[in-house]
Each structure stands twice: as C-alpha cells, then as structure tokens.
C-alpha cells in the first residue's frame, strides 16, 4: 500500500487554512508542485488532493455508492435545501427520475426559442455600450443568463424581482465561502449584520418562490415552463408528486446552478477571445448562416464555435471543484482511504495537467476536434462531472453558451485595456479577482 504524500508548509497549525482561503489555486498548485497528482494537506482537518483521473474515475463512477457528498457541498443546504445536488441516496435517485424529464431533447428545443429570444433582445440593449466605457462583462453576463433562467423556470418576472435576485445570489455566495473558508470569523458574521442580511435575503427569495407555486397551482394554467414540468412530475413507481418545499428545492438548485456557471463560462471566452483575433474570425465565419441569434439546427452546423465553449470551460471550469466523503475504509490507486476521508478533487488542475494535455495554460480549441475528443481518455475532461451525477442541465449549458456566444461575437468585438490582466478568484463558481472589464466596439 502506497503512502499519500503529505504536504506541509509550516508548523503553525493555522498557516496553511489561510493561505489556501487567500489564494485557493496557487496555493493547491504548490501542493501538486511538491507531491505530484495526489497529496493530503491538513485545512482545520485533513483532505486528500487529487488531480489524478483514475482517483475521479473510482469516486465519481465505478464506486460512487461508497461516497457521499462533502461538507464543502453540504454547506449549501440552507440555500439549495435538499434539491439534486445536495441530496443523496435513494432520495436523490427519486428525485433525479422526476426531474429528468425536464431536460430531454424535445423539451430543450422548446426551451431553446425562449433562449434566442432573450438573446437577441440582450444583444440590441448592447448597442448602447458600443463604443462608449469599458462594460463590466461578469454583470451583463450575470444579467442575460438569469434572465434566461428565470423565463424558462418560472415564466414572466418583473424586473424589480429580478434585480433583487441578481444582488441577493452575489451576496449570498460570498457570505457562504466565507464561512466554509474562514470560519474564524463566524462570531463576528454573527454581530456584524451578515447572518442577518443572508437570512433576509434568503426569506425574500424562498417567499418569491412559494408565491409562484401557489400562484400557478390555482391558476390552473400550464405554461411550458420547469415550474409546470416540477409542479406536473410524478414517480412512475409510487404515483407520487413533490410537495411545494420540494419544488422549490429544485427550483432554486436549477437556478443558482444554472445560471451563475453559464455566465461565468461565458465571461471567461470574452476574455480569451479579446486577445484571439484569429478564433473570432472562424466564429463569424460560422455564424454567417444566421441573423441574429442561430436556430437549433443552425447551432448544430457551428462545430467550431462548440469547440471554443469546450475550450473555455477546460481552461475555466466554472465548477472548478467537488469534495466526497468516503463512507467505507477502500484503496484508490494503491492509497488507502479510510472511513470518513474528504476527497477534493480539482477540476481545475484536472483541465491543466501537464501529464494530460499539451500545452495546457493556452487556450486551443482544436483540442476538441472530433478525432482528438475520440483519443482522449473520458476522465481528462470533466467540466459537468461524471457518472451517474453528472450534471443533469449540461446540454441546456452547452446550448445557451453557444448561442449567446456565437451572437455577440456576430455583433461586436470585445477589446481589452492594454497591458491588463485578470486574476482568478474561485467562490463557489470560479470568478474573476476583481470583474472583468472590455470595451465594445
């Protein structure tokens, strides 16, 4: 039996908590540095590291039943309650049957023309930003994102409630890191107004929703909408439908999920292709057989564009992490696991193994040709996840970045400042340091 390599950076018990909640990936590339694919680093308790893809390929599939999620997922349930990606067991599997049927093919299509619609109404108001001040592209990112979610979820919302969710999902990620990363300042997040501001916010938001289920429930209508699809899904084994905690469950996990990844995703690739004149053309080139925003069969005739989004989420993987919890004393790899080990898996350091891909700090989107996806082992490559939960919206994301990509590259070129640079700063999503800024013109 192999021993785990231990990575130590000091004596002092504290040092290593706080450098890693300071600068999360320098600090866990250090560790990759030091000890190679898999190590264990003690933050409050210990971890095992890993950016092997053998470790995500037990963990995540071919002995998943032997894990359960981590804490650093958990400590989401007062938000997400205990919708798809916090539940687990035969609870989980329950509710991923009943929620399944909201992303098949037919319903995407239906989902897609309320995404182009959006989009080409978000890409005119960009009109007013061409050749005027630098744009903050996390928030008009933030912005047309959550509109798209927000329409399919829940049909019309007035823009008042959709600003209040826009500033209540910031403030409520970054109160929610804080506590995970520093829990050194919990009594203070008790005195100071942010446990109270977090527990307001969340109210607001948990009132909008069970308004909305009530509302639609005595309406009688049926807009094609998730909340109809949530509000109609029944167990075809018990006859069962969910009751309204668990609807907005899932309606809130379909929305602080889906939405924050895809704008992040997307923010990313504007940064990039500030830089790459050359992969700008061959989108336009693409995007030569639509107007204004592609139709769904139009998308599937822009491979090049899909292979740019495929790049962007390698090189930025806005989930850029995931945590288990083993629940049974097992081997991986020839290390032993016991009972109750956190496994941090980085997706980030996954996407940029030197032992994996070429090359891999620059942004190609030739790595997703077709004939080189095919030589390429499964696990090298997990933006959404793997087995059996993996992320059940990914073709909704993949869909709604291309289209919205391939429209404003279409329309606009996005130009940086000279000399400037973005530093990266993961939440729970991986954002940027401090926005990112670019001009229209």
């Known amino acids: ?122 890409v005119d108001e960009l009109e007013q930003c061409r050749g005027k001040d630098a744009i903050d592209v996390d928030a008009k990112m933030m912005g047309i994102t959550s509109d798209i979610a927000l329409k399919t979820l829940f049909g019309n919302m007035n823009t008042e409630d959709k600003d209040q969710i826009y500033q209540q999902v910031s403030r409520t990620q970054t109160y929610l890191v804080s506590r995970a990363r520093k829990p050194y300042r919990l009594p203070l997040m008790a005195i100071n107004g942010e446990d109270r501001r977090f527990k307001s916010d969340l109210a607001y938001f948990n009132n909008l929703i069970y308004d909305f289920i009530r509302k639609r429930r005595l309406s009688g209508e049926t807009p094609n909408d998730l909340l109809q699809l949530l509000l109609d899904s029944t167990d075809e084994e018990t006859g069962e439908q969910m009751n309204d905690e668990q609807i907005r469950d899932e309606a809130i996990t379909m929305f602080a999920a889906g939405h924050e990844t895809s704008a992040t995703g997307l923010s990313w690739l504007l940064w990039e ?9 061959r989108i336009r080139k693409e995007s030569e057989i639509f107007e204004a925003t592609p139709g769904f069969e139009q998308l599937i005739q822009m491979p090049y564009t899909r292979q740019v989004v495929e790049e962007g989420l390698r090189l930025y993987p806005p989930a850029w992490t995931m945590t288990r919890e083993s629940t049974v004393d097992q081997e991986i790899e020839g290390y032993a696991v016991p009972k109750g080990s956190s496994v941090f898996m980085s997706i980030f350091e996954l996407h940029r193994n030197p032992n994996l891909w070429e090359n891999p700090s620059a942004f190609n989107p030739d790595n997703f040709q077709a004939e080189t996806v095919r030589n390429r082992a499964k696990f090298n490559y997990l933006p959404f996840g793997a087995g059996p939960r993996i992320c059940i919206g990914q073709q909704f994301a993949l869909m709604e970045m291309q289209l919205v990509l391939s429209a404003m590259v279409k329309r606009f070129d996005f130009v940086r400042e000279p000399g400037s640079s973005v530093g990266m700063h993961p939440q729970i999503v991986l954002k940027s340091t401090n926005g990112i800024k670019l001009y229209l013109r």
């Open 1 to 122: 039996m192999r021993t785990i390599p231990e990575f130590k950076i000091s004596r002092i018990p504290l040092l290593a908590p706080i450098r890693f909640a300071g600068d999360p990936l320098h600090f866990l590339r250090q560790g990759f540095d030091a000890c190679g694919d898999t190590y264990k680093i003690r933050l409050f308790r210990e971890f095992i590291i890993t950016r092997d893809p053998a470790f995500f390929r037990h963990v995540l599939q071919q002995h998943h039943k032997n894990f359960k999620k981590g804490n650093s997922v958990r400590m989401l349930r007062p938000v997400l309650g205990n919708g798809l990606v916090i539940s687990d067991g035969d609870f989980w599997l329950r509710q991923r049957r009943l929620v399944q049927p909201a992303f098949h093919r037919e319903r995407l299509l239906d989902l897609f023309n309320t995404m182009g619609e959006l989009t080409a109404a978000f």
């Open 273 to 281: 292709l500030s830089a790459q004149p050359e992969i700008v053309a």
